[in-house]
């Protein structure tokens, strides 16, 4: 079954400093791979994805995500973090396809401290 | 930018009542889906829908829900008896098929 782990429950990152955000995922094939983010009583918002071709891929709101398909890992990164990025980020899989259901992690709460 | 809205955003409702979530997907997509978050918990998939008909749901989505297109712009999800357990924060979704789902901004159920 497909799986997603995002190890860190809670991060916290000073304003300024760079994000590395940690997901590993299971499946049996190269799924498609997103990150989503949600602020507090907000829905839930694409960040970027990942379907094909060049395994860095760049998001929203300066955000950026690598494929990397021997480590099973999508991880998200930013080179500096603003406070305004203080949410819950989610990484998730769909089978290649896309038009199926999102399995999620458990989710990364970011805290940024000044 | 077109949007997935929802509605109401809270619903509070008697154990054992019916409960009707309302949501309106972007115009031109064609595939719906409906998740949940119980609170301090993973979003987990409920059921994806297209061409009038349920595509997949999963073992969550069981003889009290069920989800219905009645017109050209709503797709709701109902719960027919709800129960304690079926608090949680309601995500629609829609998508255009091969392309990411885009999500509206829930609708907190909370069962009495």
């Known amino acids: 079954a497909q799986s997603v782990t995002q190890p860190d429950i809670h991060i916290t990152v000073s304003e300024g400093a760079s994000l590395e955000l940690r997901c590993n995922y299971s499946?049996?094939?190269?799924?498609?791979l997103f990150w989503y983010v949600q602020s507090p009583g907000q829905g839930l918002q694409l960040l970027l994805k990942?379907?094909?071709?060049?395994?860095l891929v760049q998001g929203i709101k300066g955000f950026e995500a690598e494929f990397k398909r021997s480590q099973s890992s999508f991880n998200l990164r930013k080179p500096s973090v603003h406070w305004s990025d203080a949410a819950e980020y989610f990484c998730a899989v769909a089978p290649q396809g896309g038009f199926q259901k999102l399995v999620f992690g458990t989710g990364t709460r970011l805290l940024v401290s000044p | 930018e077109p949007e997935v809205t929802q509605t109401p955003s809270h619903q509070v409702t008697q154990m054992g009542q019916e409960v009707i979530l309302r949501c309106v997907p972007i115009s031109n997509h064609l595939y719906f889906y409906w998740y949940r978050q119980i609170l301090g918990q993973k979003v987990e998939f409920l059921v994806s829908?297209?061409?009038?008909?349920?595509?997949?749901k999963s073992e969550i989505f069981d003889d009290q829900f069920s989800v219905e297109r009645p017109d050209g712009s709503n797709f709701t999800l109902k719960i027919r008896s709800t129960k304690l357990e079926d608090s949680a924060m309601y995500f629609c979704?829609?998508?255009?098929?091969?392309?990411?789902?885009?999500f509206g901004d829930g609708t907190r159920l909370s069962i009495l």
């Open positions: 829908f297209y061409n009038n008909e349920i595509s997949e």
């Open positions: 990942y379907f094909s071709g060049d395994t």
């Open positions: 979704a829609s998508s255009q098929g091969n392309q990411p789902q885009h």
């Open positions: 499946y049996g094939a190269t799924p498609y």
